[in-house]
């Protein structure tokens, strides 16, 4: 099957890691890759042409071969409820990654992230969950022992609307306590604040060009003061 590139529908950004380098991997041993899950609602009819788009990819590759262990790119999404136990969202994720080396050891750039008019992305703007994203990406085939699978090489990722990444502050996981203080100086430079000493609003144009003069008069005085020579 020739390569292809293929646009998902409109969907929710989760653990978006597609800016800057690649990032580690989930276990040691995981080659480093950039990554992004893509969230759909199954009941719209774009979600549901986006999966049987996938699926007939799949045949292409493989046929009517058994289905590796984890061989498809989606997965209903499951979080934990309140007890900690597995619970399905109503959500279909999709998995997009892109390795940072190929499988001969060239290593690949970074995949193009652009806004809603196709500007490049700043590389420092991280994209939070629930940001409204499309992916392009091309469809891979591999297979194991047990059987066949596809994965979705990430290509290019389009932000239409963004939900800001607020990274909690280091200390956020402290509450106050009754105990020790650094004393904190008042100022970062090693001078003293002096009260400033207001001066009366001339009234009339004269008024304020003869005032205007005597800060200029004086104003020199102090530089002619502070001449060494």
Same mark, same amino acid.
């Given at each position: 099957? /020739?390569?292809?590139?293929?646009?998902?529908?409109?969907?929710?950004?989760?653990?978006?890691?597609?800016? $800057?380098? *690649?990032?580690?991997?989930?276990e040691e041993g995981d080659p480093r890759a950039w990554s992004?899950?893509?969230?759909?609602?199954?009941?719209? /009819?774009?979600?549901?042409?986006?999966?049987?788009?996938?699926e007939a990819a799949f045949d292409e590759?493989? $046929?009517? *071969?058994?289905?590796?262990?984890?061989?498809?790119?989606?997965?209903?999404?499951?979080?934990?409820?309140?007890?900690?136990?597995?619970? /399905?969202?109503?959500?279909?994720?999709?998995?997009?990654?892109?390795k940072e080396f190929t499988s001969k050891g060239n290593q690949k750039s970074a995949p193009i992230v652009v806004d809603a008019k196709k500007k490049p992305w700043p590389v420092d703007m991280l994209i939070g969950n629930g940001s409204k994203v499309k992916v392009a990406f091309s469809p891979w085939p591999w297979g194991t022992p047990t059987g066949k699978g596809m994965s979705l090489e990430l290509e290019s990722v389009q932000v239409i609307d963004l939900v800001a990444y607020d990274k909690p502050a280091a200390v956020d996981a402290f509450q106050e306590e009754d105990g020790y203080e650094v004393a904190t100086p008042e100022s970062a430079t090693p001078f003293q604040a002096e009260p400033a000493c207001p001066m009366p609003e001339p009234s009339g144009f004269a008024a304020q060009l003869k005032a205007r003069a005597a800060q200029v008069a004086a104003e020199a005085g102090e530089l002619t003061e502070e001449v060494p020579f």
């Amino acid at each position: 099957m /020739p390569r292809q590139s293929i646009v998902s529908p409109l969907g929710e950004a989760a653990w978006a890691k597609i800016l $800057g380098e *690649a990032a580690e991997g989930y276990e040691e041993g995981d080659p480093r890759a950039w990554s992004i899950n893509l969230l759909l609602d199954p009941s719209q /009819p774009e979600t549901i042409a986006f999966i049987e788009q996938l699926e007939a990819a799949f045949d292409e590759f493989h $046929g009517k *071969a058994k289905v590796a262990n984890n061989g498809w790119p989606y997965k209903d999404q499951v979080d934990k409820d309140e007890r900690g136990r597995p619970t /399905p969202t109503g959500k279909i994720q999709v998995t997009f990654k892109r390795k940072e080396f190929t499988s001969k050891g060239n290593q690949k750039s970074a995949p193009i992230v652009v806004d809603a008019k196709k500007k490049p992305w700043p590389v420092d703007m991280l994209i939070g969950n629930g940001s409204k994203v499309k992916v392009a990406f091309s469809p891979w085939p591999w297979g194991t022992p047990t059987g066949k699978g596809m994965s979705l090489e990430l290509e290019s990722v389009q932000v239409i609307d963004l939900v800001a990444y607020d990274k909690p502050a280091a200390v956020d996981a402290f509450q106050e306590e009754d105990g020790y203080e650094v004393a904190t100086p008042e100022s970062a430079t090693p001078f003293q604040a002096e009260p400033a000493c207001p001066m009366p609003e001339p009234s009339g144009f004269a008024a304020q060009l003869k005032a205007r003069a005597a800060q200029v008069a004086a104003e020199a005085g102090e530089l002619t003061e502070e001449v060494p020579f």
